[in-house]
């Protein structure tokens, strides 16, 4: 079994920062691409950044400039560093990972529970 764990959500003023962290655990045999996807009230989830096995990044147009986007292979663990944050941003944010379990073949998609970002204007 694997899990995606998140911490680093909050509360925060308009041009504020958040650092949110992803932890990936359990009978991992790799892991591929890691991403941040975030789901605002009434909206549909959105890819935010995603980083792969080699460290290529990829952005959403409206948080290219602000959000870093970082992993660390021999903790499972991808960050996301949130900077000059907007009222615009509040949303819940969601770790994803493409993993291989160490116990059987194939690659599957996994997500961590959520984390509530909020930022007041």
């Known amino acids: 079994q694997v899990q995606l764990v998140e911490s680093g959500g909050g509360l925060v003023q308009t041009g504020g920062s958040l650092r949110l962290s992803c932890a990936a655990s359990?009978?991992?045999?790799?892991?591929?691409?890691m991403g941040w996807y975030r789901q605002a009230p009434g909206k549909q989830r959105e890819l935010v950044a995603r980083?792969?096995?080699?460290?290529?990044?990829n952005y959403a147009d409206s948080v290219k400039g602000r959000f870093t986007i970082s992993r660390d292979n021999a903790k499972n663990t991808v960050y996301l560093q949130m900077n000059s944050l907007k009222p615009e941003d509040t949303a819940v944010y969601y770790c994803?990972?493409?993993?291989?379990?160490?116990?059987?073949?194939?690659?599957?998609?996994?997500w961590g529970q959520g984390t509530q970002v909020t930022v007041s204007s």
């Open positions: 980083i792969t096995s080699g460290g290529n990044t």
């Open positions: 994803n990972a493409v993993i291989r379990e160490a116990a059987r073949g194939g690659w599957f998609d996994y």
């Open positions: 359990g009978s991992i045999g790799s892991i591929n691409a």
